[in-house]
């Protein structure tokens, strides 16, 4: 299947610091990436819906400028968690449309992130 | 609101024997549908994928999946204990979102 690279793979990070995760499709070119966050044992709850060249469209009760996202070119999303505070700790996974409409989405790795 | 419903487990199923996993949906207009498995701690890893009536086989795998009846379910052949993880069902409407139920457990009894 399609690759979906998540860098880094974990991080940790002092409050109150911004960390950022990136979000590459290795093989194919992703007009749309969708940004998740899972708490142990948890469903996946989307964050964002991210496409190429514009602003990304945020789910009900996320905040943008909390979590901003940027996607710069077709093989490239980043997800920046601004001010980070011990609640932001969580597992972040990008993943990436292969094609467009309907098409099947890829996962990354996922992040780990944890705020201390 | 779209919904995407699955039992949440655990499911035991004894090695070697046939689990299978079931899923309904909300959105009759729901056009693709996936299943993830999901080991814990890492990211859902694509299984199969299935969009129209009828069965999908791709080795020990089998997607079925019936839009009169709104459901979608996935059988596994051969149970392995490293079949042992998270399954989750995805729907998607065109290029909307994947909406993706809770997931089921799966425990595969050596």
């Known amino acids: 299947g399609a690759v979906v690279s998540q860098h880094p793979s974990w991080v940790i990070c002092k409050s109150g610091t911004s960390v950022k995760i990136e979000c590459r499709s290795l093989?194919?070119?992703?007009?749309?990436m969708f940004w998740y966050r899972q708490f142990p044992k948890q469903s996946l709850m989307l964050m964002a819906t991210?496409?190429?060249?514009?602003?990304?469209?945020?789910e009900q009760g996320v905040e943008k400028d909390k979590f901003l996202i940027n996607h710069a070119s077709l093989t490239l999303s980043t997800l920046t968690v601004t001010s980070a505070h011990p609640e932001d700790s969580s597992f972040y996974i990008c993943?990436?449309?292969?094609?467009?409409?309907?098409?099947?989405?890829?996962f990354g790795e996922g992040s780990w992130l944890t705020v201390v | 609101q779209k919904e995407v419903e699955q039992n949440s487990g655990p499911l035991s199923v004894p090695e070697g024997a046939i689990a299978s996993l079931n899923c309904t949906y909300s959105?009759?207009?729901?056009?693709?549908f996936f299943w993830y498995r999901q080991y814990s701690g890492k990211s859902p890893e694509l299984i199969m994928s299935i969009y129209s009536n009828g069965d999908k086989e791709d080795g020990r795998f089998t997607a079925q999946l019936n839009k009169a009846s709104q459901y979608v379910s996935l059988l596994i052949r051969d149970s392995q204990p490293s079949d042992s993880a998270t399954y989750l069902c995805?729907?998607?409407?065109?290029?909307?979102?994947?909406?993706f139920g809770t997931g089921t457990r799966l425990t595969i009894i050596p």
């Open positions: 093989d194919f070119q992703a007009t749309t």
């Open positions: 995805a729907a998607r409407f065109g290029n909307e979102k994947l909406t």
């Open positions: 959105d009759r207009g729901s056009q693709s």
């Open positions: 991210s496409n190429e060249g514009s602003k990304a469209t945020y």
């Open positions: 993943s990436a449309e292969l094609g467009q409409g309907g098409n099947t989405i890829y």
